[in-house]
Nanobody
Framework: QVQLVESGGGLVQAGGSLRLSCAAS????????MGWFRQAPGKEREFVAV????????YYADSVKGRFTISRDNAKNTVYLQMNSLKPEDTAIYYC???????????????WGQGTQVTVSS
């Protein structure tokens, strides 16, 4: 089992920045892909970014490419999502997820955090 706990959400003005954290515990995540997804009210959950823990390769949704950066801290077993140049349309609950296959489908991920709210005001 893997437990994931997100933190770092909040209210920010458009153009601002936030850094989300996802702390993993339980089974080691060194062989997992770690993803960030988000869900806005009334919308489907959508892929944001993924990082392969082994090797560190990353992949981003087009909507966040160039603004968001996913990274990891091996010593802390933590994945981060640095979000810059935030827009009101980035407002959503952001979820961290772990799975054995890296990809953009939420079905690939076995473990999920509880989510953290990000609100971007215009």
């Amino acid at each position: 089992q893997v437990q994931l706990v997100e933190s770092g959400g909040g209210l920010v003005q458009a153009g601002g920045s936030l850094r989300l954290s996802c702390a993993a515990s339980g089974r080691t995540v060194s062989s997992y892909a770690m993803g960030w997804f988000r869900q806005a009210p009334g919308k489907e959950r959508e892929f944001v970014a993924v990082l392969r823990w082994s090797g560190g390769s990353t992949y981003y949704a087009d909507s966040v490419k160039g603004r968001f950066t996913i990274s990891r801290d091996n010593a802390k077993n933590t994945v981060y999502l640095q979000m810059n140049s935030l827009k009101p349309e980035d407002t959503a609950i952001y979820y961290c997820a772990a799975g054995t296959v890296a990809g953009g489908s939420s079905n690939l991920y076995h473990y999920w955090g509880q989510g953290t709210q990000v609100t971007v005001s215009s």
